[in-house]
């Protein structure tokens, strides 16, 4: 699931085709805290994350049959899950037209000049307070969502580039390119966050 | 404050491309070294890679484990109708 504990649970495939209750159980618990915490992050409320969560077992579940194995289970929930809040997201608001990112503005945005301050300095306590972190977070949340989700899977998630692919159904390169634009955003909100942290900021 | 416009200066623009590859360790030998030569000589650059560096870093450390709250959990469990399968400690702390 994660490069850190690249121990991916095996799973009967057969039993899970079969709809078999208490080896979805296991599925279930082996990844509800990563689906949690992937749609806490996209939807910044736990209420929503919440909903997500169950939407998505709940349609994995009903997939189970056509389940094929021919990604790894956690990748087709992660799927299930992106897909899940993404129409969530739609859903809350009806108005936004498109989730991918308008192209208009890549030049607009590369040609940003960008803030340079060294804020590494900071102390730790300051740069991890609790401020601090809802200041990440919402940084995340500001994110374009096609972003963001790059920006979750790799770098939250700690999915290989390969794995984001997957789950996004994208080339390799279309990840890269996301989430270094997402890297370079976030960036760019932090940095604005903790320049007013620098004392005596010239 | 500085700002920094990248579009003007060649070599800046080409390392601030090539930066999620080299924080991520996919870059081959040979830019890794073009991209450290240029920020000993460049200041902005250097200041930008190790904010950028930082930024994937706060990330990393403020990231929760994938725990779920007991709670939250045991709805799950409810609304899957596998509320058979949950383990006695979760199922207890609730009701
Ligand atoms: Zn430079």
């Known amino acids: 699931m994660n490069q850190q504990d690249q121990t991916e649970v095996e799973f009967s495939l057969e039993a899970l085709q079969n709809g078999d209750q208490a080896e979805f159980a296991r599925v279930v618990a082996t990844y509800s805290g990563y689906i949690y915490r992937l749609a806490l992050k996209m939807l910044h409320n736990p209420q929503d994350a919440e909903d997500v969560l169950q939407d998505t077992f709940i349609k994995a579940f009903h997939a189970l049959p056509k389940f094929q194995g021919q990604s790894k289970v956690s990748t087709w929930l992660y799927r299930i899950a992106t897909n899940e809040a993404l129409m969530f997201l739609r859903k809350k608001r009806p108005d936004t037209v498109s989730v991918e990112v308008p192209h208009q503005n890549d030049d607009e945005e590369a040609s940003r000049p960008l803030q340079i301050v060294d804020w590494c300095c900071l102390p730790e306590d300051e740069l991890v307070s609790d401020e601090a972190r809802e200041q990440l977070d919402r940084s995340i949340t500001q994110l374009p969502e096609s972003l963001r989700l790059a920006f979750v899977l790799r770098d939250i998630e700690g999915l290989s580039t390969r794995e984001t692919a997957e789950v996004l159904e994208i080339s390799e390169t279309a990840v890269k390119t996301r989430l270094h634009r997402a890297r370079m955003n976030l960036r760019e909100s932090l940095t604005a966050y903790y320049q007013g942290k620098i004392p005596e900021s010239v | ?95």
Do not use: W
């Open chain 2, 1 to 95: 404050m500085t700002q920094h416009d990248y579009h003007n200066h060649h070599d800046c623009f080409h390392l601030l491309n090539s930066l999620s590859d080299y924080v991520d360790g996919e870059l081959g030998e040979e830019l890794c070294n073009e991209i450290e030569r240029h920020v000993a000589d460049c200041e902005d650059c250097r200041i930008f890679v190790d904010t950028y560096k930082k930024t994937i870093y706060l990330y990393h450390e403020t990231t929760a484990e994938p725990e779920i709250p007991s709670d939250v959990r045991l709805r799950l469990f409810h609304r899957l109708n596998l509320k058979d399968f949950l383990e006695n400690s979760v199922g207890e702390a609730q009701e």
